[in-house]
């Protein structure tokens, strides 16, 4: 089993700025993919960001340039620091981690339990 502790959601006002953590603890041999994805209510859930092991990583189109994924492998935490925050940025956020398990062979995908983020204008 693997557990995924979310932190650092809130409520800021339109072009303020939050900082999600992530941290994965459990049953942990390696972390692949770690992702922030998003769902605002009424919408489905949306990838936001998402970064390798070895660091690279995509965005949604809708946060290039305001969003920033990082991770630290040796904390097994992956983080997103949202700056220029809009209202359209509300959503519940979730991080996802894919990780191998020791002696067992394939991946799994493991999500958090949601941080929800409110912009105001």
């Known amino acids: 089993q693997v557990q995924l502790v979310e932190s650092g959601g809130g409520s800021v006002q339109a072009g303020g700025s939050l900082r999600l953590s992530c941290a994965a603890s459990g049953d942990i041999f390696s972390i692949y993919a770690m992702g922030w994805h998003r769902q605002a209510p009424g919408k489905q859930r949306e990838l936001v960001a998402i970064?390798?092991?070895?660091?690279?990583?995509n965005y949604a189109d809708s946060v290039k340039g305001r969003f920033t994924i990082s991770r630290d492998n040796a904390k097994n935490s992956v983080y997103l620091q949202m700056n220029s925050l809009k209202p359209e940025d509300t959503a519940a956020y979730y991080c996802n981690v894919e990780s191998s398990r020791t002696g067992v062979s394939g991946r799994w995908s493991t999500w958090g339990q949601g941080t929800q983020v409110t912009v105001s204008s």
């Open positions: 970064i390798s092991r070895a660091g690279s990583s």
